[in-house]
């Protein structure tokens, strides 16, 4: 099945009990699929027709107050247009679940996807997990709900993946059984302002406010490890599991990694495959989980390796120099003393696609500068080169 496929049967399975949500594209087949699966009999839950994203996640934060479980899903424009209230959730402690499908932000855009419109929210306090392929969309869906209505955790999660590459494009999908996901992802309940013991419940001043932001944070911080926890379980239940956070791929002594995120990981696990087999000391960091950022993980990671290539498929006009993704990574590693080379990419932006030459391309840079020791173009515009023929 597709990636919106996915998703559909992934809030299904998960038995989500609202779904207010209004069509962009590429996420109008993933609401789609749910109003067909509920028509039919197959879904249970009520379907709310809205005239907007604005007021879809304004449903949404109701439906979960009144103690429902909530999906909901958009894209690029609509993330945007329900922007303001995109921030209500985290702050209000409420578990919904919402797919971003990304696309590309018009005016410099289209209708392929970049990471730009989900990243562009990083700081409104929702979880972000992204995912490579149509299977780790269905399993991450169900997933995020267990994670978000976690007690200690109490905060919306997003699961994020790629337009059209993963959206519209089929393959091999395992559908879990439901009684099985019934066992994993027990009814919710909810209880208003559902916040760990003696947390602080806002009511206005500005100590108040720095006390429940600072709770926010918390939760976050206490998500970095029920995230693990909950893949674990969820691999020992289904036999499908996701590293957690992170996952380290064909690493065993390599000197460099590339972090991809999304779908343009499936192509770099092909590419450093074929590298490796030619005596390449380069190895791949798919990035899962983007909020909370795994902070403690990369600067392992930098005690490893002599250098990190991120690999970032959006860009920050005007920023301290790299894709956000590098931004972040810079950061962990500035606690460490010594400190790997770090270099940035910027590919694929605007839903062009990632040519396993173009990764050849970024290895091969990057084993460069763990030779030299120099970082030849601390940001790249890989696709303003002419690489010749794909690999």
């Not at 009684?179 to 994993?184: C, N, R």
């Not at 013991?197 to 939760?219: C, F, L, M, N, Q």
């Amino acid at each position: 099945m597709d990636g919106n496929e996915a998703a559909a049967w992934g809030a299904k399975l998960s038995r989500a009990e609202v779904i207010p949500a209004y069509p962009i594209t590429p996420q109008t087949e993933l609401i789609s699929q749910i109003a067909a699966l509920i028509s039919e009999g197959i879904m249970d839950a009520e379907y709310i027709k809205v005239e907007g994203e604005h007021t879809a996640m304004a449903a949404a934060i109701g439906a979960s107050v009144a103690g429902a479980r909530v999906f909901t899903a958009s894209a690029s424009q609509g993330i945007a247009f329900m922007e303001e209230a995109l921030w209500m959730p985290p702050g209000r402690r409420l578990p919904i679940v919402m797919c971003m499908v990304n696309r590309a932000m018009a005016p410099i855009g289209g209708l392929r996807p970049d990471h730009n419109d989900a990243l562009m929210q990083r700081d409104t306090g929702w979880i972000q997990l992204y995912c490579e392929n149509s299977q780790e969309v269905i399993d991450t869906v169900i997933q995020s709900f267990k994670i978000g209505e976690d007690k200690r955790v109490c905060l919306p999660v997003a699961p994020c993946y790629d337009g059209y590459f993963v959206s519209a494009t089929a393959t091999p999908t395992t559908i879990p059984d439901q009684s099985e996901v019934d066992d994993f992802l027990p009814p919710y309940v909810h209880e208003m302002y559902n916040i760990m013991p003696g947390e602080h419940k806002p009511t206005g001043g500005s100590s108040d406010i720095a006390k429940a932001r600072y709770e926010v944070e918390k939760a976050h911080e206490r998500a970095r490890g029920i995230i693990e926890e909950v893949d674990k379980e969820f691999g020992k239940r289904f036999g499908r599991c996701y590293d957690g956070l992170i996952e380290e791929y064909n690493c065993d002594g390599a000197e460099a990694v590339l972090v991809t995120m999304g779908s343009m990981t499936g192509t770099a696990r092909d590419v450093i495959d074929e590298m490796r087999g030619k005596g390449k000391s380069i190895g791949l960091v798919k990035l899962k989980g983007f909020r909370p950022f795994p902070t403690e993980e990369f600067r392992k990671l930098g005690k490893k390796y002599n250098a990190i290539a991120v690999v970032d498929r959006n860009n920050s006009y005007g920023s301290a120099g790299g894709g956000i993704v590098s931004m972040e990574v810079a950061r962990a590693l500035y606690a460490l003393d010594d400190r790997p080379l770090l270099v940035n990419f910027q590919v694929g932006l605007g839903g062009s696609d990632v040519t396993m030459r173009q990764i050849e391309y970024m290895a091969e840079e990057t084993l460069e500068a763990v030779e030299t020791g120099k970082v030849k173009s601390v940001v790249d515009w890989v696709e303003l080169h002419d690489l010749g023929e794909v690999m």
